[in-house]
């Protein structure tokens, strides 16, 4: 059997003396009337990076959703459209808000929204339609536009995923009205925790830091509050680490992206396996490499985890289905637009996010593939 011979993370970012630089010289000089200078750094370098307006810095991407609704005026009785296959915090904001989550069924390739099930879903409350750029794939972009365009609903981005992906010459970020993207330690730029709120709209914009600072304008010294809001702010030393990462994002989506070409090349000739797509006119940051085995094979996403444990190679599962979920077991609306095929069971089934850090060498995607075909050796 193929035994790595020290642990293969599924996930590890990438560190330089540069960010240790800029996250010690934030610690020691970013306070007092400097204490914002990081994170406007890190915000305009997002903000161009990505080709939006405004960028606000946030602690976490949750927040970046739960700030992109609030200041949306989402909120009880209202329906948010949202896949149901995803990361819990896609859709837990719209529940933080008092709306009510509609989950719908997502495309067999791209594994993001079916816009023919986000159509089948809009009803009389629905404000607004929450797109996720799943792994580094993109939505189709052009036709929910058209669709939240027709029945005046807002478009948000979940980009958490896609820094760096492209969809038709627009960056992942810049699909939406407003989007969120987050700086997780295991995402594609980190600042251990943090996220980015990303927008155009310079109202949004406006509503997003009141709300995100008490509920007062940005510059109050007077501690005069108009409403109650929230505190969502990332702190000087995380937004060092993002600015010293975004100075060389162009070299981390590279790298992601050769990752990717390794494993490509090397699973090409195993049948039955279906890697990220990358549609004509996108661009994939490939976050994390990710792969839905045929069914046949026998072998559920737990139980390939299993067979890459015993090898000492870590791996992820595809994220279940949410109205799958006990989370969700109490929210009828959470089942109620998944299509007969529903294709997310069998996808979020049988999917697993192989090891994709910065760690990774192409003799170590060499060693999880060999190990791959080992495990399904076995079974065909
Ligand atoms: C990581 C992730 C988030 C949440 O990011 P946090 O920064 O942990 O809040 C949201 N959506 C998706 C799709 C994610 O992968």
Redesign the pocket.
Known sequence: MIVASERIPVAAPSITEREAELAAEAARTAWRGNHYAYNARFERMLADYVGVAHAVSV???????HLALAALGVGPGDEVIAPDV??I??VAPIVYVGAEPVLVDILPDTWCLDPDAVEAAIGPRTKAILG???YGSTCDWERLRVIADRHGLALIE?A??ALGSVHHGRKAGALGRVS?????G??TVVTG???MLATDDQSLFDRVLFLRDHGRKPGDRFFLNSEIAFKYRMSAVQAALGVAQMERIDALIDYKRAIFGWYRDRLAGVSGITLNAEPPGTINSY?MVTTVLDPSFGLDKFAIMAEFDKRNIDSRPF?SRLSSLPAFSDRPGAKRFITPADRGAEISEYGVNLPSGYNMTEAQVDLVCAALREILGGLR
Do not use: I, N, Y
């Not at 969120?180 to 997780?184: I, N, P, V, Y």
């Open positions: 602690p976490h991407a949750t927040a970046a959703l995803t990361w915090a896609s996720v750029d799943l979940d958490a995923e969120a993207f987050s700086f997780h295991s995402k925790e943090g996220g976050w994220f």
